[in-house]
């Protein structure tokens, strides 16, 4: 079945530095994209999405490029602040393979110190 | 809109206690999921409702059932609760019906501790 990968946390960077969050996905189909974002004690946001290859998402800062020819989605901000401080996951939605069920990572904690 | 909402927050079980978690949703979605988050495991599956009247399998089902009472409410029982079923629940909706993609809008959790 369809699958997603993340790079293993937790991240620990400094105010305004660059983050970078690897995600890789095997999928069959043709799958839509998606970063989600866990504030502490809180549910799952959505923080952006892609629905075709090389379409670019982007909102709060933070950009992902669907890559169709090395099957990644990876999540780049410019400037992170000590408010980014969350757990990120990487998603797909493939309706063909898997009725547009949400197949999720196991999630990247960020921590952005002062 | 108070977008999924999801009942107790908290909730302390004693192993072979039953409890249902309750779940509702305003935005009209046809679609309602239930997962559970562990620790390095992200999001699991447990049950999911494509539209009223269905619900299916997800990829950790045993031990759950569920009942779509009506459009706007999800609900999930465990009837015999163990330690293993100790976790965080989550509940989801969407309107994956006529959309190519499904974004699903989350509750804010109910954390179950099962002694």
């Known amino acids: 079945g369809d699958s997603v990968t993340q790079m293993e946390g937790p991240v620990t960077l400094s105010e305004e530095a660059f983050l970078t969050i690897n995600c890789t996905y095997t999928a069959t189909g043709y799958p839509s994209l998606f970063w989600y974002v866990q504030y502490p004690g809180e549910g799952l946001q959505l923080l952006l999405k892609a629905t075709k290859a090389d379409d670019k998402g982007s909102n709060k800062g933070f950009e992902a490029t669907y890559r169709k020819e090395t099957t990644s989605f990876h999540l780049e901000k410019g400037s992170v602040q000590v408010s980014d401080s969350a757990v990120y996951f990487c998603a797909l939605s493939d309706l063909v393979t898997e009725g547009g069920k949400l197949i999720f990572g196991q999630g990247t904690e960020l921590s952005v110190k002062p | 809109n108070a977008g999924v909402t999801q009942t107790p927050k908290f909730q302390v079980l004693k192993t072979g206690q039953s409890m249902t978690l309750q779940c509702a949703q305003d935005?009209?979605?046809?679609?309602m999921y239930w997962y559970r988050q562990d620790p390095g495991m992200g999001l699991r599956l447990i049950y999911y409702?494509?539209?009223?009247?269905?619900?299916d399998k997800g990829e950790v089902p045993n031990g759950y059932n569920v009942s779509r009472l009506n459009k706007r409410e999800f609900s999930l029982r465990l009837e015999s609760a163990a330690p293993s079923q100790t976790s965080v629940y989550f509940c989801?909706?969407?309107?994956?019906?006529?959309?190519?993609?499904?974004?699903?809008?989350f509750g804010p959790g109910t954390r179950l501790t099962v002694l």
């Open positions: 409702s494509a539209s009223e009247g269905t619900t």
């Open positions: 935005m009209n979605h046809n679609s």
């Open positions: 989801a909706s969407s309107e994956l019906g006529g959309t190519y993609y499904n974004e699903q809008f």
